[in-house]
């Protein structure tokens, strides 16, 4: 029965080739039957894996070898699966949400001339995911992180015709690349230190026994750096908000849902190392409350509904490393699938709005659409109190138990990081309700013509949005750090600290209540209160409008010097000066020689038996003399 | 001076004829009738030589010249039909168009 694992990963494989070399010929029918359907049946082989998990108890995990890909030495690099609760959680939400994001897609892409090749890049991503959070060692896992990165490069550029988009592509690709060394060099320090890459071989090593002779925190800080890097975290977040310029299923799918929660996989995957790097875990710890609460505050101020999200995404990617950096692995996994459910939900809730607007993104040309697409406000509405935390959605579970663990964990938890996450979520909730009410409430600003055709999505997306919007409602339910606790045991709690969950607990929902109330108040009433605050604080408006100017200080420190010197040393001294200049020259020494040379070849023959006398001759000559 | 050294003389005029003849003349058929003149030349040194130490080397050395002669004479004597049919000269000094 392992077999099946080996089929989880090939489905989506095998409709990518089938897709991408014949699609076009096919017909859309086609596509769409090979594209949802077998995503679908590699949700259902999940299952049927994740059963056969659990009837054997859940503790030992599945685990099926395909080939050895290497052999150094007496080490070998095995390409194997594995499947415990962790990679089953994860399985389960990338085939589950993907089928859910891939049907959406047959509605939402129908009208595109690229139908096929946006399937094949879809089905190829998830083929590249399963194997990140199925392969049982690192090098598998880096073969799908890399290839997710391909895959999300691929989808951010799918409109390539329009230069902006293709180099909002290329920003993602090359700003992974920074993370990617970092994950590679702290995968050459593993080997190095323990010969082999297998991570229940690693973790087992860092746990247990003798020392290893690498430090467990330089390589956490490696890994986290790669992680920083496909979660979007300071300070490589800057590429996550231009993805957005992809199809809005491609976002929901891969740069909010499934993807970028890779990184936090990785550090939960790897916890052996983290439990035992307390200074790695501060950074993680400190990095994702910064993420998390500079992206909140971006997130107030855009304008564009999928920026919007995307910062929104950011500012979650940063609760749950902060759930990772404080112990909580299981609690940083359940947010990352509750999050799965409500922000796939308000992308393609976002993409149902953008599909009824006809291609509008600006949520100051909106408003008043309650009325009008019924089905997307009900399920956004239903998303928006569940990432606001509203109990007893999916969000309030995993944020409150982030909340408690930052506070009160026994590895690094403490009152601040309680106090910027609880700020972050308070700003979450706020920015979420302005966009709620921005975009669905309130009178219509839309332009005449956009409003006169303003339709609900077909039933193909509405569907999914139900769906995911009924996931998100009762997702929460499912205690996933509970199952997870075999596996990734949960950080004690001081006991002195017991008495305050129940505090804790209602300052959350009055947080959550606080950031509702406060986005009613500011943006009801046509946003007169937000436009009298924003003019009152117009500095700092800008500021947080320009993202903090992010991406001029990279421009600025990194982008202009390196053209600079890619200009000056690498093209003008470099190649044309000095590999243009030595080929040139050989060139021209080769011609003026043989210009020299050629003069004696006359074509007089009477010239040429001279020199063959006079060198037989000199030859005679020699021998003569020599004796 | 004794008939094997009377010979040598013969042979080292012959190819001295023949060396002078390639060198100075212009005419194609000249010179390659120089041409064999110097082989022949070599020819009677080695038949001398060969007579002289008493071994029979030099003699059947002769018969592959012979051939080599044979041949070279088959192939030069078509090439310079076929030039003459071109340019209607015999004079080498025409046949200039390697000239680099």
Known sequence: MAHLLTWIVLLPLAGFVINGLAGNRLGNRFVTIVGCGLPIVAFGLAVECFLDLMAGGGRTPLVTPVFTWAAIGDRTLDV??????????????????????????????????????????????????????????LLVLFVGW????????????????????????????????????????????????????????????????PAPVVSASVVGILLFIGATGKSAQIPLHVWLPDAMAGPTPVSALIHAATMVTAGVYLVARMSGIYMHAEFASHVIAVIGVATAFFAATIAVVQTDIKKVLAYSTISQLGLMFLAAGVGAYGVAIFHVYTHAFFKACLFLGAGSVIHALGGEQDIRKMGGLAKRIPVTF???????????????????????????????????????????????????????????????????????????????????????????????????????????EPLLPLPAIPAHLHHFEMPLLVVSVVIALAGLAGAAFFFGDGAKRAARVRAHAEGLHTVLSGKYFVDEFYERLLGRPLVWISDRVFLRLGDRMLIDGALDGTARLAQRGAGVLSRIQSGNLHRYLLFVLAGSAACLLWSVTRG | MDKLQLLMLLALALFSVGLLGVVIRRNLLVMLMCMELMLNAANLSLVTLARQTDTTAGAVLVFLVFVVAAAEIAIAIPIVLLLVRRRHTLDVDAYADLKG
Do not use: C, Q
Request: zero cysteines; proline letters at 3%.
């Open chain 1, 80 to 137: 194997a699966f594995y499947f415990d609760r962790l990679s089953a959680v994860m399985t389960l939400i990338i085939t589950g949400v993907g089928s859910l994001i891939h049907v959406y897609s047959t509605g939402y892409m129908k009208e595109d001339k690229s139908y096929a090749r946006y399937f094949a890049y879809l089905n190829l991503f998830l083929f590249f995911m399963l194997l990140l959070v199925l392969g049982r060692s």
């Open chain 1, 146 to 209: 890399e290839g997710v990165g391909l895959a999300s490069y691929l989808l951010i550029g799918f409109w390539f015709e329009d230069p902006e988009k293709a180099r909002a592509g290329k920003k993602a690709f090359v700003t992974n690349r920074i993370g990617d060394a970092g994950f590679l060099l702290g995968m050459f320090a593993l080997f190095y230190a323990l010969g082999t890459l297998d991570m229940d071989t690693i973790n087992a090593a860092f746990m247990s026994g």
């Open chain 1, 378 to 484: 009900v399920t956004f509405a239903v998303a928006t109190a569940a990432i606001a935390g509203i109990p007893p959605l999916a969000g309030f579970f995993s944020k409150d138990e982030i909340l408690w663990f930052a506070f009160a964990s026994s590895m690094g938890g403490s009152p601040v990081l309680w106090a910027v996450a609880a700020a972050t979520a308070l700003m979450t909730a706020f920015y979420m309700f302005r966009l709620l009410w921005l975009t669905f409430f309130g009178a219509s600003r839309m332009d005449h013509e956009v409003e006169h055709h303003v339709h609900e999505s077909p039933v193909s997306m509405t569907g999914v949005l139900a769906v995911l919007a009924v996931l998100s409602a009762v997702g929460g339910f499912l205690s996933i750090p509970h199952f997870l």
